[in-house]
C-alpha cells in the first residue's frame, strides 16, 4: 500500500429554480426539475489510505458525524464495487451548513469518491459513479456528473438525469437563517399541499430552463416549490429571501428544502457590499 493522501474541495450548490413533482401511483419518489449550480463554499477534504482493510475512519472539524454517514456509505459502495478494500482516513473541514438546502454531504461523498478512486488507481467511469451515486443519494448525481466538479447543470428525474450547461458566473450571497428544516420536512410540508392534485403549477416549462437561465436574472421566473410551504412555517426564510431583495439582488430564493437563502446580484461589489449591510443580523456568505 503506498503512504499518499490527496486534498480535495466540495462545493455547495445552489438550485435555480426547483419544480418538486407529485408523486405518481406507485411511485417511491418525487421527480424533480431544476438547474443546480456549484458556489464558492466549499468543504475541504483530505483523504489518506491507512494500514489496515476494510475500515473508513472519518473526523470533522464542525460537527458530529452519526456511524452512518454519507463518506461510510460512499466507501462500502465502492469496496462493494470495486473489490479495493484498503482501510482509509477521511478529515473534513465542514464550511457547508447541515441541513441547509446546500448539498454539502452529497458534495462530499462526490469527491470523497474521485479521491477514492484516484489513490486506488481506478477509472471512475459513468456506471461506477452512477451505481455509488445511486447508493449514496439523490444529489450525488450532479456533483458527479460534472466534468471538473464544479459548474451547473439541469437535473431532472429523482436527481439522476444531469445535463452539464454552461455555468454563468453569478455573484452570489447566501444568507443562512438559524433554522434546521430536515428534507422529510419539506416533502411532508409539500405533500400536504398537494393532496391528491398534485402540484399547483405557475412553472415555466423545463425545457426553457436553459434559455431563462441564461437570460436577464432580474427577468428570471425560476420557483422553488419548497419555498412558500417552509416560509409557513419558518417565517426567518422568508423574511431573508425579502431581506436580499431590498439589498439590491436581482433574484432571491430558497435552495433545495432549505433553510439556505440566496440572491444574485448585478457584480461582484454590489454582492460584497449586501453581504457586509446583511451580516448585522444574519450569517452571510459570498460565495
Known amino acids: ?41 466549499c468543504d475541504e477534504i483530505e483523504v489518506g489510505l491507512v494500514p489496515g482493510r476494510g475500515q473508513c475512519y472519518v473526523s470533522c472539524d464542525a460537527m458530529s458525524l452519526p456511524e452512518d454517514n454519507t463518506i461510510t456509505r460512499t466507501y462500502r459502495s ?31 461523498a462526490a469527491s ?20 455509488v451515486a445511486g447508493d449514496v443519494g439523490s444529489d450525488v448525481f450532479f456533483f458527479l456528473g460534472l466534468r471538473s466538479g464544479f459548474g451547473a447543470a439541469l437535473v431532472s428525474g429523482r436527481g439522476e438525469v444531469v445535463r452539464e450547461i454552461r455555468a454563468r458566473d453569478l455573484h452570489v450571497v447566501l444568507v443562512l437563517p438559524d433554522v434546521f428544516s430536515s428534507t422529510k420536512e419539506a416533502y411532508s410540508l409539500l405533500d400536504r399541499e398537494y393532496g391528491e392534485e398534485g402540484d399547483v403549477g405557475g412553472y415555466i416549462d423545463f425545457e426553457s430552463y436553459e434559455d431563462e437561465y441564461n437570460g436577464a436574472v432580474r427577468g428570471w421566473r425560476f420557483r422553488n416549490s419548497f419555498t412558500r410551504v417552509l416560509s409557513a ?23 433545495g428544502s432549505g433553510s439556505s437563502v440566496f440572491g444574485v446580484f448585478s457584480s461582484r461589489e454590489t454582492a460584497s457590499s449586501a453581504a457586509s449591510a446583511l451580516g448585522r443580523r444574519w450569517r452571510c456568505v459570498l460565495a
Request: aromatic share 6%; hydrophobic share 40%.
Open 78 to 108: 465502492f469496496v462493494g464495487l470495486t473489490g479495493c478494500g484498503d482501510s482509509v482516513s477521511v478529515s473534513i473541514k465542514k464550511r457547508i451548513p447541515a441541513g441547509g438546502g446546500l448539498g454539502g454531504g452529497s458534495s462530499d
Open 233 to 255: 412555517v419558518h417565517p426567518e426564510i422568508g423574511e431573508a429571501v425579502g431581506a436580499l431583495l431590498e439589498s439590491g439582488a436581482e433574484f432571491a430564493d430558497m435552495s
Open 112 to 131: 470523497f469518491l474521485r479521491a477514492l478512486a484516484d489513490l486506488n488507481g481506478i477509472c471512475l467511469d459513468s456506471g461506477l459513479s452512477d451505481a
Open 1 to 41: 500500500m503506498m503512504d499518499v493522501s490527496v486534498r480535495i474541495f466540495a462545493p455547495a450548490k445552489i438550485n435555480v429554480g426547483l419544480r418538486v413533482l407529485g408523486k405518481k401511483e406507485g411511485d417511491t419518489y418525487h421527480g424533480i426539475e431544476s438547474i443546480f449550480q456549484t458556489v464558492g463554499l
